[in-house]
C-alpha cells in the first residue's frame, strides 16, 4: 500500500458535495492537538445539602457587582451557581441547628434519669416514704453485743447464738403507731400461751406447744401495735440453743414453701408471697413469707417465718379489706436486718 502525501502548505482540495453547484471554501488548517483550545467550562451540581461546609467563610469573600456574595465550595462552583449553594448553605445550617437541639435535649434527658436513679427516695418528689406506703419508723440500730461476744453470723460462733438482748432485737413501733400492751409480756419476756393464742385452731395450739418443748424453747420477746391506717402488727422472736434446731423447725415444722403449716388468727388459708422481692433477701436469714389466699373474710392476713440463727421470728399483720404490701415488705425486711 503506497501512501499519497500533500505538498507542504498546499491545503487539500476537498470533494464537491453531489448536487452543489458552488464549491465551499477552503478548509482550514487544524490546530495540533496538544493545543486544541478547551472547552467551555460546565458548572459542576451542588447537591442539596453538601456534604463538608464551604472552604470560604461567609464575610471573606468580596460582594459581586448585582450584590449576590458568590460562594464556591472547595473553590470550584462559579458564580453561576451562587444563589443556590447560599439557599443549600441555610437549609445546612437549619439542619444543624436542628440535629445540636436535639442532641443537647437528648443529652439532658439522660442526664436527668440518670440523677433520679442515683437520688434517695426522698429527694424525688413522689416517690418519698408518705406516697409509696412506707411507715416512719425511728431510726434503728442494733443492740451493743457483751464484750468479747461474736456476733450471730461470725465464723467463731459456731452455735449462731443472739448474744444481745432478744428484748432489744424485737423491730419498734413506727411513729404514729399505737402500742399492744397484751405483748409487752412480764419484764419483756412474752409467755408461750401468749404466744400459742396467735394460732386459731386449739390442735394447732397443742401442736406447735409441744414442738417447742421438744425442740427445746428459751425466751419469746415480742411487741405489737396499730398503725394510724388500721393495720394490726404483731411480731415474735422465739429463741432456742442453736441455729441449726432453730432451722430445722421453721423450715420443716412451721413453714413449707408455699404455705405456712399452721393457721393464725383470722386465717383459713395461706399462700406463697410471690410479690416479695427477691432483692429484699438479708444475708443469712432464711425467709418464708405467705400472704392470706382468696377469699378472705373481713380482713386479710399477711405473715412470714423468719430463721435467724438461734432465733426464729414470726411478723404477721392484718387490715380491713386488704392488707398492704408496702409496710408489711418494710417491717419483714427491717426485722432481719436486725436479727442479721
Known sequence: MTEQTTPTGTPAEPEAAPH??????????QPPAAVQAPPAPVAPTVPDLP?????????????T?????????????????AVKVKKDRRVLRAVLRWTAATVVFAAV?????????????????GLATQADGRWDYPTISKPPLPSGSPGPFAETNMSGSHYADLRKLVLPAPKGAKTDTALRGEDGWLTRKAFLAEYAEKADRDTVGQLLTDYGLRH????????????????YLLQFDTAAVAEDLASTQLANYDSAQFAVRGVTGTERDEKFPERAAVDEITRFAYTESKPYGAEQVREAYLSAGDTIALVVQSHKGVAKAVPFQQTVILQSQLLG
Open 20 to 29: 452543489q453547484s458552488v464549491p465551499p471554501a477552503p478548509a482550514e488548517p
Open 51 to 63: 456534604q463538608a461546609p464551604p472552604a470560604t467563610v461567609q464575610g471573606q469573600v468580596p460582594a
Open 65 to 81: 457587582a448585582d450584590g449576590q456574595v458568590p460562594v464556591t465550595v472547595e473553590g470550584l462552583v462559579p458564580e453561576a451557581s
Open 109 to 125: 434527658g439522660t442526664a436527668a434519669a440518670y440523677g433520679i436513679t442515683r437520688m434517695e427516695r426522698t429527694d424525688v418528689p
Open 220 to 235: 419469746i420477746a415480742a411487741r405489737g401495735w396499730t398503725a394510724a391506717d388500721g393495720t394490726r402488727t404483731r411480731i
